[in-house]
């Protein structure tokens, strides 16, 4: 079994993800619809998913609109064109996740067998020497 340093397998992922996203369609949209990576909106309730947002969101909104306002949110935040997906610009705000900082490696190496075929192990990028010329 190959083995990799957390930044690969981000970098391995995030490469998977952006084949899935555009425009319209945030990660985190994709991941609740497909039960992919984290699950997206999908691992929240409607109430908490609203009390997230950045935004206050009025009492008994239904489901499918808090969902459209989040993603709409998180595709004004995900940058297509600098390869840059919520999981990073949510760190900063820390409303929706803590990012790919949420995962142990575990759970990533798990996630680079699903998306991208690969078995791997994955260790924190100081554990993974350099490799010698």
């Known amino acids: 079994m190959k083995t990799i340093s957390r930044s690969q397998a981000i970098a391995d992922l995030r490469r998977e993800f952006l084949k899935l ?4 369609h945030s990660l985190c949209q994709v991941a609740a619809r497909r039960g992919l990576f984290c699950n ?11 009390e997230r947002l950045p935004w206050r969101v009025p009492a008994g909104t239904g489901r499918t609109e808090v ?3 989040a ?9 297509l064109a600098h390869g840059r997906l919520p999981c ?11 990012g790919w ?10 996630f680079h067998r699903e998306m991208c075929g690969d ?3 994955v260790v924190p990028d100081v554990l993974l020497e350099p490799e010698v010329a």
């Not at 996203?21 to 319209?24: N, R, Y």
């Not at 993603?71 to 940058?79: E, P, Y």
């Not at 900082?101 to 798990?110: K, M």
Request: charge should be negative.
């Open 21 to 24: 996203v555009d425009t319209d």
């Open 40 to 50: 997206g909106f999908a691992r929240f309730g409607t109430d908490e998913l609203a």
């Open 67 to 69: 969902e459209r306002q």
């Open 71 to 79: 993603n709409a949110w998180l595709c004004a935040v995900q940058d």
């Open 88 to 98: 990073e610009g949510e760190v900063e705000r820390g409303r929706l996740c803590a």
């Open 101 to 110: 900082e949420e995962f142990f490696e575990s759970e990533l190496a798990r």
């Open 119 to 121: 078995e791997v192990r």
